[in-house]
């Protein structure tokens, strides 16, 4: 057996992360979450964390759920999975419902924070890995699907849908100015026809495909 340390990353995401399957609401398997396939990809040297919830922001606070807001849990779930070789943080696509008015640029100040908490935290924690990165990941597009689904009342399509094509300019901004790592996720994967908010089994894996290059080029 190989004594060989593994490179460990945390996923930090909402219901993509979680691997929610359109129409049903039920959960992907493990080997057909984008996170599952990922592990499969970089192979035994790497351990996958999955922290995917459903319904997850960045900042803002659900009225009917605070604890989607996931400025609450992301030092929690780094101490808890440490020590991290890279942290992946991709959210945004909640923050887009109605109910937040939300504007691209409080978007990304939501991540920004985020990655500014990890960034002290990792900086402050003796016990932590001193060679973390972190990944800010702006999520795939809004979909015209999501008119009709389950998720038509919390959406207004088309103003979800101009907000969520500045997020990749504005994550990376920020990832410019924190020094931390950036990709685009809706390059490589786009939402499903059912309900234009999640992701197929076959985008799971487009977008296990990116990430794999991407974490080689970041850990390696």
């Not at 359109?22 to 990922?38: A, D, H, I, Q, S």
């Not at 606070?61 to 780094?78: A, E, Q």
């Not at 100040?109 to 932590?128: F, P, Q």
């Not at 207004?156 to 907000?163: F, P, Q």
């Amino acid at each position: 057996m190989s004594n060989k340390i593994k490179k460990r990353i945390l996923c930090y995401g909402d219901s993509n992360t979680f691997g929610f399957v359109p129409l049903t609401g039920r959960r992907y398997t493990k080997k057909e979450r984008w996170t599952g396939v990922l592990q499969q990809l970089l192979g035994s040297d790497y351990k996958i964390i999955e922290e995917g919830l459903c319904g997850r922001t960045t900042v803002f606070d659900d009225p009917f759920d605070s604890n989607r807001n996931g400025r609450k849990m992301i030092i929690p779930c780094i101490e808890t999975h440490q020590p991290l070789d890279l942290i992946i943080i991709m959210l945004g696509s909640n923050d887009l419902k109605k109910e937040f008015n939300a504007e691209p640029s409080d978007i990304a100040r939501g991540v920004r924070e985020l990655a500014k908490m990890a960034i002290e935290w990792l900086r402050e924690n003796s016990n932590a890995n001193a060679c973390t990165k972190i990944l800010l990941v702006s999520p795939i597009h809004i979909g015209k699907a999501i008119e009709t689904s389950l998720f038509g009342e919390e959406f207004e399509y088309v103003e979800s849908y101009e907000k969520c094509l500045q997020l990749a300019s504005q994550f990376q901004m920020i990832a410019e100015e924190l020094g931390v790592e950036f990709m685009d996720a809706a390059l490589a994967a786009k939402p499903s026809e059912e309900d234009g908010l999640h992701l197929t089994k076959e985008e799971h894996r487009n977008l296990a495909d990116a990430f794999a290059k991407r974490v080689k080029e970041i850990v390696e």
